[in-house]
């Protein structure tokens, strides 16, 4: 299943764009990965051009906030001097939490493009729907599914290995 985008599509290169970015994410994703946290990463688009990176880095900043997106939307603001992220795309590998959308919508982004979809937490399309709600002062435009089986696989291989390691460590263990 390819990509959903909930306004009009874009140019005709939109998919090759949200590709490339993604991937971008993906390689976010993979460094966190290599350092022990959850493989999601997030980049910030701005002018075609990416102004933030960053993987999650909860597990060791010991900081529940530090998901991808907090992070990515940190460096952004900050790079662009303003809390007002107009005309910023956020690509991310997972679908947002509900923090996450959450503060998405407060910074007033034009776009989210996410890869995998996340039915136990998802707040995207999944399990809420809070950058659609019109009761919210801003409804960035949202593409889902973007390169959605590599994303969901990176995390899927992440949390086999994990198990397969805790298996491992239980059954050599003696009584």
């Known amino acids: 299943m390819g990509p ?3 306004s009009p599509p874009g140019d005709t290169n939109q998919s090759d764009r949200d590709i490339f970015f993604m991937r971008a994410a993906m390689e976010a994703a993979i460094e966190a990965r290599d350092k022990g946290d959850i493989p999601i990463g997030a980049v910030m688009v701005h002018e075609d051009k990416i102004i933030a990176k960053a993987g999650n880095a909860r597990k060791i900043s ?6 991808a997106e907090i992070l ?11 809390w007002r992220l107009l005309g910023c795309t956020l690509y991310v590998t997972l679908e947002p939490c509900t923090m996450c959308a959450g503060a998405l919508v407060l910074a007033r982004l034009t776009r989210v493009v996410f890869g995998a979809s996340d039915p136990k ?9 809070i950058l659609a709600d ?11 599914g973007v390169l959605a089986d590599e994303t969901g696989e990176l995390l899927r291989g992440f949390f086999r290995a994990r198990r ?11 009584d």
């Open 4 to 6: 959903k985008t909930k």
């Open 72 to 82: 990515v939307l940190r460096e952004a603001a900050e790079k662009l001097g303003d």
């Open 134 to 144: 019109p009761r919210l002062n801003h409804q960035p435009v949202v593409t889902s």
């Open 121 to 129: 937490a998802g707040a995207v399309e999944s399990l809420y729907t």
């Open 62 to 67: 010991s900081d529940p906030t530090a998901h």
């Open 164 to 174: 397969t390691k805790k298996a491992e460590k239980y059954s050599n263990t003696s």
